[in-house]
């Protein structure tokens, strides 16, 4: 299994309150995700980074913010939560494929529950 | 826009019998991969097969496979003699070359013994 930790695991929070996820890794892959999971919408790209610094934005970015100040870590803060935000939070990572790449995959972490009430 | 959509939000099937899960998906490119993602309960995303787009023969991995169908844009899932451990949320998903991963919303199987 690819080497990837997710902190926390769970985590209860407050409206209105920053909340920063991370994600570390040890595979030295250089694209890191952060998806959520919700009910009837499968996963939806939060933000990803194709290296250190560089970052951008997935399909439901508004209300998260990301940074990667090293290879292995990528952290996704909450500035203020709302109870929308409430879900599945997976960290993802992929490396850089060749054109017709025989390793293009996916590796998720365990996920975070992150309930905002 | 690359778009990936599961029809079948929820299927069933008996123990030991064959079940296929559907998966279409819309793209302009011609160099791309297709995935098969299980979700058991334990929330852990275990990859069951991969597609590469250029490659006309469907891949298998022991009781799985699929039918890929390019022009028709079609990606499914057949799972032979299933099991009880084969009661998941499987995802169907699209890469394109520059490192885009797309999801579609799962389709729940449940396995009756």
């Known amino acids: 299994d690819a080497g990837i930790t997710q902190s926390p695991r769970h985590k209860v929070t407050e409206t209105g309150t920053p909340v920063t996820l991370r994600c570390h890794q040890t595979?030295?892959?250089?694209?890191m995700y952060w998806y959520r999971q919700d009910p009837g919408h499968g996963l939806r790209l939060i933000h990803y980074?194709?290296?250190?610094?560089?970052?951008d934005k997935g399909e439901v970015s508004d209300g998260y913010s990301v940074s990667r100040s090293k290879t292995e870590d990528f952290l996704l803060t909450l500035e203020s939560a709302t109870s929308s935000q409430t879900s599945v939070y997976f960290c993802?990572?992929?490396?850089?494929?060749?054109?017709?790449?025989?390793?293009?995959?996916?590796?998720f972490g365990s996920g975070t529950q992150l309930s905002v009430l | 826009a690359q778009t990936v959509t599961q029809s079948q939000p929820e299927m069933s099937v008996q123990e030991a019998e064959t079940v296929t899960l559907s998966c279409t998906y819309d793209?302009?490119?011609?160099?791309?991969?297709l995935f098969w993602y299980k979700q058991p309960p334990s929330r852990q995303m275990i990859l069951v097969i991969r597609?590469?787009?250029?490659?006309?023969q469907n891949a298998t991995e022991n009781r799985f496979s699929v039918n890929f169908q390019k022009a028709a844009k079609s990606f499914s899932l057949k799972i032979s003699d299933s099991q009880l451990g084969d009661a998941a949320m499987y995802f169907c998903?699209?890469?394109?070359?520059?490192?885009?991963?797309?999801f579609g919303t799962g389709t729940s199987l449940t396995v009756i013994p």
């Open positions: 597609q590469e787009a250029y490659k006309q």
């Open positions: 998903a699209f890469s394109n070359t520059g490192n885009q991963f797309y």
């Open positions: 980074s194709y290296g250190v610094k560089d970052t």
């Open positions: 993802a990572i992929s490396e850089f494929p060749s054109r017709r790449a025989t390793n293009e995959k996916l590796f």
């Open positions: 595979e030295n892959h250089r694209y």
């Open positions: 793209t302009s490119e011609s160099d791309y991969y």
